[in-house]
């Protein structure tokens, strides 16, 4: 099921798949009207001989220019895509370019265009001339035509929507969607009184006994894209023991790397090796689908962008910080499970997932190292960091937001002179140290600098 998942998303975001598709549905299509025309009464279409009156010499020029037209826009329609596809690699970041591969609207537009032309030149070559044998498919003609002017209507669409999706706050919304929905379907549910402390260092209280500890290496270099969970605990339960994973969903794995701790009196087999790979999805690029943190990478990475000295777009980056700050919010009263997987009480896997610190520096950490100096990125580091707090309770998580507002408050003592933007952004810290816990301002930032 795994590797079914992973083929359907390889699928998803080619340029080819789609486009075959549609290809293969106008080549039917075509099949489908000849036949018809084939059979349909001829006196029929007499009466309407402004609309199926074109002769043979007509029908095939028409289709003719129909099917030139269509394959030049075709490849227009191409290139202005891989254009796009280097300007938002250049501009933005590399690790987008998937998202624009995987655009429905993109792929379907070429498909179009593909589609037309398949089905003109089907159709025309049924079309005979002479007397004997003449033969005009009227209908197919005039669908024909009626696709020409679809076709017209796509390329129209595909212009606009191209323009639309170069922006930069349309790629980064995109990029926090695919995320937030990816949040959604990892941690469904929010915290409660009952299960506050579901992260809090659980992992630390499990002794498993070393000397049994077996490592299962990985037959493959790439990053682990997604994995099973419920298979591993299968596994784990088939052979009564313990399984403890060096490597998370996200992480860079080499061939010959510890991939599975596994607790055994013996060593693990190579059948039973090749099962545990086989649990592991592996490729050369990380995916958003089971890694939330992949997600979060992309815009900090366009924010980094936006902030080099080449660039030194400051609106592209409080753009990322807002929609960042919209994915912690999501998160800030999300239940990360416990790492500890159980069948009839016994522990069968020691799970590695993302904890809402690690996702929250992999957010902010490397932006506030390239903020130094910018007024308006601090201070909407600490907006961002005031936003998140206002969505939970949970004292762990509020510690942590303070921590990060204290950070950006020694970072504005270093990097700000004018005292009004100092001012201006210890105004701000004041504000949010004040909703953290109910505690004094001078208190969380005594030894930061006034």
């Known amino acids: 099921m795994l590797r079914l998942k992973s083929l359907l998303g390889e699928l998803r975001s080619s340029l080819w798949f789609v486009p075959a598709l549609m ?5 039917a299509l075509a099949v489908g009207l000849i036949e018809v025309d084939a059979r349909l009464n001829r006196e029929l279409l007499t009466n309407f001989p402004r609309l199926f009156g074109a002769g043979a010499e007509g029908s095939r020029g028409m289709l003719s220019s129909i099917a030139g037209s269509m394959i030049t826009v075709a490849g227009v329609t191409f290139s202005i895509t891989i254009v796009a596809l280097s300007l938002a690699s250049s501009q933005y970041t590399p690790r987008i370019l998937r998202n624009f591969m995987r655009d429905r609207a993109n792929q379907t537009v070429l498909g179009v265009f593909v589609g037309i032309f398949t089905y003109c030149l089907i159709v025309l070559r049924t079309i005979r001339g002479g007397d004997e044998n003449l033969f005009v498919p009227s209908l197919s003609v005039v669908v024909g035509v009626i696709l020409a002017v679809v076709g017209i209507g796509f390329l129209i669409f595909f212009i606009h929507h191209i323009a639309a999706s170069i922006q930069a706050s349309n790629i980064i919304a995109s990029a926090a969607e695919e995320t937030i929905k990816t949040i959604d379907k990892l941690f469904p549910q929010e915290l409660g009184e009952e299960n506050g402390d579901e992260d809090k260092g659980v992992e630390t209280k499990v002794v498993l006994a070393e000397a049994r500890r077996r490592v299962v290496r990985s037959l493959k270099t790439g990053y682990v894209q997604s994995l099973d969970e419920a298979a591993l605990v299968r596994l784990a339960s088939a052979h009564e023991t313990t399984l403890r994973m060096e490597i998370g969903v996200g992480d860079f794995v080499v061939e010959g790397s510890p991939l599975v701790s596994v607790y055994l009196d013996t060593e693990a087999d190579e059948q039973f090796t090749n099962k545990l790979n086989r649990i592991y999805q592996i490729s050369r690029y990380r995916t958003v689908e089971q890694d939330a943190a992949f997600g979060i990478r992309q815009i900090v990475d366009i924010a ?5 000295p080449g660039v030194n777009d400051t609106t592209t980056a409080v753009t990322c910080i ?5 994915i912690n919010a999501r998160l800030a009263n999300r ?4 790492p500890l997987r159980f069948d009839k009480e016994a522990l069968r896997v020691v ?4 904890t809402f610190e ?4 992999k957010s902010f950490d490397q932006i506030r190292r390239s903020a130094e100096g910018n007024v308006a990125v601090i201070v909407r580091l600490l907006q961002a960091l005031e936003t998140i707090a206002g969505r939970t309770t949970d004292e762990p998580r509020l510690r942590l937001i303070a921590q990060h507002a204290c950070l950006l408050d020694a970072l504005a003592d270093r990097t700000i002179t004018p ?4 001012a201006q952004i210890r105004e701000y810290v004041a504000r949010l140290t004040m909703k953290l816990d109910g505690a004094e301002p001078d208190h969380l930032l005594a030894g930061q600098g006034a």
């Open 23 to 27: 290809v293969a549905g106008a080549g």
């Open 335 to 338: 239940r990360f499970v416990s």
């Open 351 to 354: 799970a590695k997932g993302p």
């Open 358 to 361: 690690s996702l929250l520096a």
């Open 304 to 308: 980094l962008k936006a902030l080099s």
């Open 322 to 326: 807002d929609y960042l700050s919209a």
């Open 419 to 422: 005292a009004h933007d100092r």
